[in-house]
């Protein structure tokens, strides 16, 4: 029987930000790719990859999983609602400003909200996937790198092909 290991990210509701302060709090392995996984900056990120890098093959299952499952549910549904209150903040001010009445219904009419909430999740699963690769990429063990080539070779993941032969070719 295969046993799954699945992210508990239930601290994390919406996209980590990153300070330098924070990459100095001790963190589990788990904790540490979970850290990995939902952090979309630069700033500090060099101690996090250098922690990664330092971790044995233990995380692998993790970054597995993250690719092959993508984000929590939970956590996309947040994403789908934040956005979709952005949105309408946002369509809010624009329609307030716009006198012309043409332009008011181009422009009320040409996107909406659920649309925008989609693209913004179907971006939040990318970058999650994304990183689940990269970790891959930095965990220095056999079963990450057949994976990659598995990845790399697999049809139906033709849109990762690229990603994955360029973290299997320039390891971090």
Same mark, same amino acid.
């Given at each position: 029987?295969?046993?799954?290991?699945?992210?508990?990210?239930?601290?994390?509701?919406?996209?980590?930000s990153?300070?330098?302060?924070?990459?100095?709090?001790?963190?589990?392995?788990?904790?540490?790719?979970?850290?990995?996984?939902?952090?979309d900056?630069?700033?500090?990120?060099?101690?996090? @990859?250098a922690?990664?890098?330092?971790t044995?093959?233990s995380l692998?299952?993790?970054?597995?999983?993250? +690719?092959?499952?993508?984000?929590?549910g939970?956590?996309?549904?947040?994403?789908?609602?934040?956005?979709?209150?952005?949105?309408?903040?946002?369509?809010?001010?624009?329609?307030?400003?716009? @006198?012309?009445p043409e332009?008011?219904? +181009?422009?009320k009419?040409?996107?909406?909200?659920?649309?925008?909430?989609?693209?913004?999740?179907?971006?939040?699963?990318?970058?999650?996937?994304?990183?689940?690769?990269?970790?891959?990429?930095?965990?220095?063990?056999?079963?990450?790198?057949?994976?990659l080539?598995?990845?790399?070779?697999?049809?139906a993941q033709?849109?990762?092909?690229?990603t994955a032969?360029?973290?299997?070719l320039?390891?971090?």
């Amino acid at each position: 029987m295969k046993k799954v290991v699945l992210l508990s990210v239930g601290v994390f509701f919406s996209i980590v930000s990153c300070t330098k302060e924070e990459f100095f709090v001790p963190l589990s392995n788990v904790e540490l790719a979970q850290k990995w996984l939902l952090t979309d900056c630069r700033v500090g990120e060099d101690s996090l @990859t250098a922690r990664l890098i330092a971790t044995d093959s233990s995380l692998f299952k993790v970054f597995r999983s993250a +690719f092959l499952l993508g984000p929590p549910g939970s956590m996309i549904d947040t994403i789908r609602l934040n956005e979709i209150a952005r949105f309408n903040s946002r369509q809010v001010l624009v329609l307030d400003s716009v @006198t012309n009445p043409e332009l008011y219904n +181009f422009i009320k009419y040409t996107d909406n909200k659920d649309s925008a909430a989609d693209r913004e999740a179907e971006k939040f699963i990318g970058r999650y996937r994304t990183r689940a690769l990269q970790g891959l990429g930095m965990i220095k063990s056999y079963s990450a790198k057949n994976f990659l080539d598995s990845v790399i070779a697999d049809p139906a993941q033709v849109e990762w092909h690229t990603t994955a032969q360029y973290i299997r070719l320039n390891p971090m």
